[in-house]
């Protein structure tokens, strides 16, 4: 137990310590007296990025030997990982947007409307983010490469059975979607936080960004897939049967090709294990981390937007030809998916140039400015909403214009993926970033992608009530619905804007915390009592020198 007799020097509570230890031991306590403070302002170089970067291109070769000594992992091993990762990623979204690419003809075939559609996406992104926190906990604490193998195996034995529901069975297949979501969650929180801690700085953006290539990539491969072999099969079913035979090779891979690296050992530069906290104690954590909540509301934007357009955009530019007239009705089941095919590439070329684009500005721009990254993110973003917002109404007037507008607006809209991914883990403790990646997953689909699909499809359905049934009113009614994105984007932007804000700070108060030079307060710490003009006041023992 400490008594007041071994206290010295302490003045009044709130100034700083004084002490006979010296300047070293005064700037020590100093980073356990106050929180780091941000005082660099938005738009202008911090004093210290200049020597950062002659630090970061001096270190390069012996900060990769060091990370392969603490690892034990060669980097052309490392690489391999990422690129397993990767295919798996792809995996996922291919899966996902297998559906959206041939959505015209399962509302043949089950004879739903535009809101039954969207519940489709809606069912799959609820089940994913109320299992995320679940997997982010067990990712934080257990091995992840098993939970991975284990949640995959699960989603590819599912989507090959929603593949054999019958006609009359809607509402199994919904119970399908749903639970595709369990192999989706476990993967997409844990894989980012196995990069993390295999690389740090530099590469380790830019194994994001090759790793977030997956997501346009992926669900522009989806809409292909879902439309090319449905075209060559002759029955959309075998469109939902590609992905489990490659979900079996990418288990396989994972099993025989990953390795699982220790947990925050290139940023500790040592073998000695981090601390884990309880799961109260980090949610409290993350709670309070401004960078982590704010980051996370702008990318539920994106989320609501990418969502929205992911799902739509095919029946939206469909509908389009038909209300214009230069596509005539096609029998039942034959509907055609030339749009699905053309929104895919699409979506794969926008995703390459956007997300490489972004990790490469945001790179270049770090030199002069800290605060990039969430800049980078609010400039997509806000970029991309008049260029969506054409897209939408000169639909009409010209297929042409519509392409190149969402060609534009998507680029856009990319640049955000790899970047969001990087702040979460330079903001957010290596203990805590499976859970970090999980809520943020909860977040940005709860507000965003969950309910996004079928709150399109519901106003479309609301605004056609009160018309006349025809191929015009279609268009019009889910033309009108796609506005609500623009207005989203809007907000989203004005929170990565926030972000700028404070992601210096919070990015300093991790590093100092990995490397043990700031002290994190707890609720639950041994307090003293130091007199104060007369009264007893409590101040934490980590604040007084002894």
């Known amino acids: 137990m400490l008594s007041v007799s071994s206290l010295v020097a302490v003045g009044r509570v709130g100034d700083r310590p004084r002490s006979l230890g010296g300047p070293f031991l005064s700037r020590a306590m100093a980073s356990q007296w106050q ?14 990025t200049e020597e950062e970067k002659k630090d970061g291109l001096q270190s390069g070769h012996k900060e990769e030997e060091e990370v392969q000594t603490l690892t034990g992992i060669s980097s052309t091993h490392a690489g391999f990982i990422v690129g397993v990762l990767c295919f798996v990623n792809l995996l996922n979204y291919m899966d996902r947007f297998t559906v959206a690419g041939v959505l015209p003809d399962i509302e043949d075939f089950f004879k739903i409307d535009d809101s039954k559609s969207g519940l489709l996406q809606t069912v799959f992104i609820s089940s994913y983010m109320v299992l995320a926190p679940i997997f982010g906990y067990l990712g934080d604490r257990y091995n992840r490469k098993y939970l991975m193998c284990i949640g995959i195996t699960f989603w590819s034995i599912v989507t090959l059975g929603s593949s054999y529901i019958p006609q009359e069975l809607f509402w199994l297949l919904l119970v399908t979607r749903g639970l595709v979501g369990v192999g989706e969650a476990s993967y997409s929180t844990i894989a980012p936080t196995i990069i993390a801690d295999l690389f740090v700085g530099d590469r380790r ?32 079913h075998w469109a939902l049967r590609v992905t489990p035979v490659l979900g079996a090779l990418a288990v396989i891979l994972l099993i ?55 799902l739509w955009t095919p029946t939206f530019l469909h ?39 972004g990790v490469e500005i945001s790179r270049r721009w770090r030199r002069t400015n800290p605060r990039a990254d969430p800049l980078v993110c609010a400039t997509g973003l806000l970029g991309s909403v008049p260029f969506l917002f054409l897209a939408v109404v000169s639909a009409q ?41 999980a809520f943020q997953i909860l977040l940005s689909h709860l507000l965003g992608d969950a309910g996004s699909p079928y709150l399109i499809g519901l106003i479309s359905d609301q605004i056609q009530r009160d018309r006349p049934i025809s191929y015009l009113s279609e268009f019009r009614s889910l033309e009108y619905a796609l506005m609500v994105c623009a207005f989203v984007g809007v907000i989203g932007g004005g929170f990565f804007l926030a972000t700028a804000c404070f992601i210096q700070a919070d990015r300093k108060r991790t590093e100092l915390y990995v490397q043990g030079q700031f002290h994190e307060p707890s609720e639950r710490e041994d307090r003293i009592v130091v007199p104060q003009h007369g009264r007893s006041t409590k101040v934490p023992v980590s604040s007084v020198l002894i």
């Open 35 to 48: 929180p780091y403070s941000d005082t660099a302002p938005i738009l202008t170089q911090a004093d210290d």
């Open 205 to 236: 953006s830019r194994m994001l960004s090759i790793f977030y290539f997956a997501i346009p990539v992926g669900s522009g491969l989806g809409y292909i897939a879902g439309s090319k072999v449905k075209d060559v099969a002759g029955d959309w």
């Open 256 to 310: 025989t090709v990953v390795r699982e690296p220790p947990r925050g050992t290139v940023e500790t530069h040592s073998d000695v294990p981090l601390q884990y906290t309880s799961w109260a104690t980090d949610l409290g954590a993350l709670s309070r981390n401004r960078s982590f909540i704010l980051s996370s509301l702008g990318f539920t934007a994106v989320a609501f937007v990418t969502g929205s357009l992911a």
């Open 319 to 357: 509908r389009s030809r038909l209300a214009s007239g230069s596509l005539q009705p096609a029998p039942t089941g034959k509907a055609s998916n030339s749009d699905s095919l053309i929104f895919g590439v699409i979506t794969c070329v926008t995703g390459v140039l956007g997300v490489s684009a």
């Open 397 to 437: 007037q010209s297929i042409v214009a519509t392409y190149v507008f969402i060609f534009i607006g998507e680029t856009l809209l990319s640049l955000n993926w790899a970047i969001v991914a990087d702040m979460l883990l330079y903001v957010v403790i290596p203990t805590r970033r499976s859970t970090a990646e």
